[in-house]
């Protein structure tokens, strides 16, 4: 398959410029660049999401033209986005089909769906069983479940957005051992993703777009990481992060025995678990998918009152958090993983989000000021360097790295003492993680406490001073800066059967 | 990456020309539409509809709905009418208790304030989705209001009390000018108050609000309580304005509430959207009913011809934001 001159613009934004893509059959071609690049937009555009464009696509030599993702599945191109499109109450073999359950005197045959269904599996080394629920499966499953359904469509090109972001470790596995397969039954495969570490386990070809625009397209056995990056970036990134040294304050958060139980099942997902973070202090907490990571900052903020149990302690005071209320008065800051779900009013502005865990900060004689408002916003805009026309643009139309950088502007407006960060830099790129590293960096020269919750050992080593890790939803193990090495600290995050 | 600023937000302006087409379609096709007192008259009906549709638009902002409206008014409205002409009386104690005029006007609205705010607990506490509580608070206050009645209009509630829905104040009708104060006020209230900001955000995004520290919970039984005290208010003007308290006033009004907010751009899974847009929304509603009238079309025809107004701005509404992608 081969895009030819493809060109797209949005409103005010001119998203892809004369981009060529060629993938071949039983290859696989990787697709890089920063966020905002245009890789999503290009996919769009071979999966027939967008319909209209200047270019045209090539398959087999032939010209195509799509007038929706049916038509260009019927031709064999099939699309795996970044968030899963499934539909979570209904069986694996009822979602595989959907739009298309073969009949039987006009009613579904759920015997001959199921045998496909279980077929296609078997085919991916799976064998689940097809009548359970999408809800029930974990997300590396739910993803298969997706590969299956490609598959029914006889697919001959198959583009997978960012597939490993929200998978663990074995899981990533499992998929890349796929994906050959995929390779050898000759699908050509578009893959899309911002570690660099998988060009060469998985890639065959690399093509890198910047602004809109492929600055290059390689073989990957004939370009370095270095290289790839240098052209994601446009420039140099001669310095690479390096933490500062500072010393530790007093201990600034305490927590004590702090358990969560799971409603109405037996079992919990945290327990007994207890820690301290001193000011000036950066704590890694490592922990696979599913180990209680989110549970145990989000029980910390005070979201699960009932089933948690437990003590915290802020500068050696006891205090009590019933509610994210209650926490965020307390001093304390949330940055959540999942950024469009739990951090951003995402049709607001950008000032009217930064200033959302903080009105009162903005609240003249009883009344919210737009003008102070404002001027704030232009402050963090300036200071974290958020890319946006203006500060009343809707958060919904900026990249990732920036959408980020909204959130952390809200909670620097708050001045917390205490910062819990989860999956800072997931889905964002390059430059904008660096620039959130040196900003943690930073925070905590000026005092804050800070917990950073990470999946990626080389970041969570590089930014803490020490690291917990936790498995199970118990803590198993500690180490201080200079005991780091990914080894150890994975070995402790795994399960230990 | 060159991005250019969008000049001026149209979607306000869009049932305006809308209202302004409409308004101008039926001077041409009737002498009687713009008389003086025959836009009074349309001002004093959409009086109504408007208070309860300001506090209707609060609660779909906030992504939630109020089907109760209706018959909190006909309560309200009962409760004021009731107690303001027989009081309430023990004659176990010989105790008697007489009501002012603005001491019905206070339990009226508290009337309204307390059932919306059940609605809100119910919604908050226990999780009820808004559709099913309110729509559960419908039956209960219709059911209350038949109670209190017995199923007979209270009527002949003196001059004092009916000046609120006839009478004038400076050649405007009283009810206009009452809901005048409530939309000045409503339109402060969600543009300059941290609780308004908390409604736009609750709606757009519940759960970041919750995590930004915004007590949600809190907002939304506000939300609630305001619907409840505002349709209290409107129970008043129309009780006023019969000089009766019907048991079966305001059925239906939630329709037609939720029509003005629809046609006045708030998206009904919220977070978007103005009292100024369901203003102009009710005014919609007011002129066509008026204009059907005028012109002598059927009763009949004229729910078909609101019903595909209804569809037709909200198509409307979808058309622009798909361009606007």
Same mark, same amino acid.
């Given at each position: 398959m081969k895009a030819r001159k493809i060109s797209k613009s949005f409103p005010g934004v001119r998203a892809l410029n004369e981009v060529d893509l060629e993938v071949c059959a039983g290859k696989v071609t990787a697709v890089v660049g920063e966020n905002g690049a245009g890789k999503t937009t290009l996919m769009n555009i071979l999966s027939?999401?967008?319909?209209?464009?200047?270019?045209?696509?090539?398959?087999?030599?032939? %010209?195509? !033209?799509?007038?929706?993702?049916?038509?260009a599945r019927r031709v064999g191109i099939s699309i795996i986005h970044q968030e899963l499109q499934l539909v979570p109450y209904m069986s694996i073999a009822e979602n595989i089909f959907l739009g298309r359950e073969p009949l039987k005197l006009g009613l579904i045959d759920y015997k001959t769906m199921q045998e496909k269904a279980r077929l296609l599996l078997r085919k991916l080394g799976c064998d689940a069983d097809v009548r359970k629920k999408i809800s029930s499966l974990r997300i590396g499953q739910?993803?298969?479940? =997706?590969?299956?359904?490609?598959? +029914?469509?006889?697919?001959?090109? *198959?583009?997978?957005? =960012?597939?490993? !972001?929200?998978l663990s470790e074995s899981e990533i596995n499992t998929l890349f051992v796929l994906i050959h397969s995929l390779k050898a039954k000759g699908i050509a495969i578009v893959y899309i993703t911002h570690k660099m570490d998988e060009l060469t386990l998985i890639a065959d070809h690399v093509t890198v777009l910047r602004d809109g625009c492929a600055v290059g397209h390689s073989p990957v056995h004939k370009i370095t990481i270095a290289e790839v990056v240098k052209l994601m970036v446009g420039r140099d990134i001669k310095d690479f992060f390096v933490k500062k040294q500072h010393d530790k304050g007093d201990v600034r958060l305490k927590i004590e025995n702090l358990s969560l139980k799971k409603s109405g099942k037996s079992g919990a997902f945290l327990e007994t678990i207890s820690f301290k973070v001193h000011a000036s202090e950066v704590l890694g907490l490592y922990g696979l998918m599913g180990a209680g990571r989110t549970e145990l900052f989000e029980t910390i903020f005070g979201l699960h009152r009932t089933p948690a149990a437990g003590t915290v302690f802020i500068d050696g005071k006891r205090v009590r958090i019933n509610s994210p209320e209650d926490a965020v008065k307390a001093g304390m800051a949330l940055i959540p993983e999942d950024r469009k779900n739990d951090s951003l009013v995402l049709n607001m502005s950008i000032a009217r989000n930064i200033s959302l865990a903080s009105i009162?900060?903005?609240?003249?004689?009883?009344?919210? +000021?737009?003008?102070?408002?404002? %001027?704030?916003?232009?402050?963090?805009?300036?200071? *974290?360097?958020?890319k946006s026309y203006s500060s009343n643009q809707p958060v919904i139309k900026l990249s990732g790295g920036n959408q980020q950088k909204v959130v952390v502007s809200k909670w620097l407006v708050t001045d917390p003492k205490i910062l819990l960060l989860d999956e800072p830099t997931r889905g964002i790129d390059v430059n904008a993680k660096n620039e959130i590293y040196k900003l943690i960096d930073e925070l905590a020269l000026q005092g804050m406490a800070i917990v950073v919750v990470s999946s990626e050992l080389p970041e969570i080593m590089a930014i +803490?001073?020490?690291?917990?890790?936790?498995?199970?939803?118990?803590?198993?193990?500690?180490?201080?800066? +200079? =005991?780091?090495?990914?080894?150890?600290? *994975? %070995?402790?995050?795994?399960?230990? !059967? | 990456m060159k991005i250019t600023e969008r000049k001026f937000d149209l979607s306000v302006l869009q049932p305006l020309i809308a209202l302004m087409l409409m308004a101008i379609a039926m001077t041409i096709l009737s002498d009687n539409f713009?008389?003086?007192?025959?836009?009074?008259?349309?001002?004093? #009906?959409?009086?109504?509809?408007?208070?309860?549709?300001?506090?209707?638009?609060?609660?779909?902002?906030?992504?939630?709905?109020? @089907?109760?409206?209706?018959?909190?008014?006909? @309560?309200?409205? /009962?409760?004021?009418?009731?107690?303001? $002409?027989?009081?309430?009386?023990?004659?176990?104690?010989?105790?008697f208790v007489g009501f002012t005029l603005f001491g019905v006007i206070w339990i009226a609205m508290a009337t309204g304030g307390f059932l919306g705010?059940?609605?809100?607990?119910?919604?908050?506490?226990? $999780?009820?989705?808004?559709?099913?509580?309110?729509?559960?608070?419908l039956t209960i206050a219709r059911g209350l209001t038949m109670l209190y009645t017995k199923g007979f209009p209270v009527t002949q509630l003196g001059d004092r009390f009916t000046y609120l829905g006839t009478g004038w104040f400076r050649g405007?009708?009283?009810?206009?000018?009452?809901?005048?104060?409530?939309?000045?006020?409503?339109?402060?209230?969600?543009?300059?108050?941290?609780?308004?900001r908390y409604i736009y955000a609750i709606g757009g995004n519940e759960r970041a609000s919750l995590l930004s520290g915004v007590n949600v919970n809190k907002v939304k039984v506000i939300v609630y309580m305001i619907a409840g005290i505002l349709a209290g208010i409107a129970g008043l003007l129309v009780t006023a304005r019969l000089d009766s308290a019907q048991p079966n006033a305001g059925l239906g009004y939630e329709l037609d509430s939720i029509a003005a907010v629809v046609i006045g751009g708030t998206s009904l899974s919220g977070g978007k959207g103005s009292i100024t847009g369901t203003v102009i929304g009710a005014g919609i509603i007011g002129v066509l009913n008026n204009g059907l009238v005028l012109?002598?079309?059927?009763?009949?025809? #004229?729910?078909?011809?609101?019903?595909?107004?209804?569809?037709? /701005?909200?198509?409307?509404? $979808?058309? #622009?934001?798909?361009? /606007?992608?």
């Open positions: 027939g999401v967008y319909t209209e464009y200047d270019g045209e696509l090539l398959l087999d030599g032939q %010209k195509v !033209s799509f007038q929706d993702t049916t038509d739910q993803q298969i479940v =997706e590969i299956a359904k490609a598959l +029914s469509f006889d697919v001959r090109v *198959l583009i997978m957005d =960012e597939p490993t !972001s929200a009162g900060k903005v609240i003249r004689n009883g009344v919210v +000021s737009k003008t102070l408002e404002q %001027k704030q916003a232009e402050v963090y805009r300036e200071k *974290l360097n958020i +803490s001073d020490r690291i917990i890790t936790l498995c199970g939803g118990r803590l198993t193990d500690e180490f201080t800066r +200079s =005991e780091f090495t990914e080894e150890k600290i *994975l %070995k402790a995050a795994l399960p230990s !059967s | 713009a008389t003086k007192d025959n836009l009074f008259n349309v001002a004093r #009906q959409i009086s109504v509809n408007v208070c309860i549709s300001v506090g209707m638009t609060m609660v779909i902002l906030t992504g939630g709905i109020d @089907l109760s409206v209706g018959s909190i008014l006909a @309560l309200t409205g /009962a409760v004021a009418a009731g107690l303001l $002409k027989n009081g309430i009386e023990w004659t176990e104690v010989h105790l705010c059940f609605n809100g607990w119910m919604i908050t506490r226990f $999780k009820v989705p808004p559709f099913v509580a309110t729509l559960a608070m405007i009708p009283m009810p206009v000018w009452i809901s005048a104060v409530v939309v000045i006020l409503s339109v402060f209230f969600m543009n300059k108050t941290r609780t308004g012109l002598n079309v059927s009763p009949f025809w #004229q729910q078909v011809i609101k019903g595909f107004v209804i569809l037709l /701005a909200v198509i409307i509404d $979808k058309m #622009q934001k798909k361009e /606007a992608i």
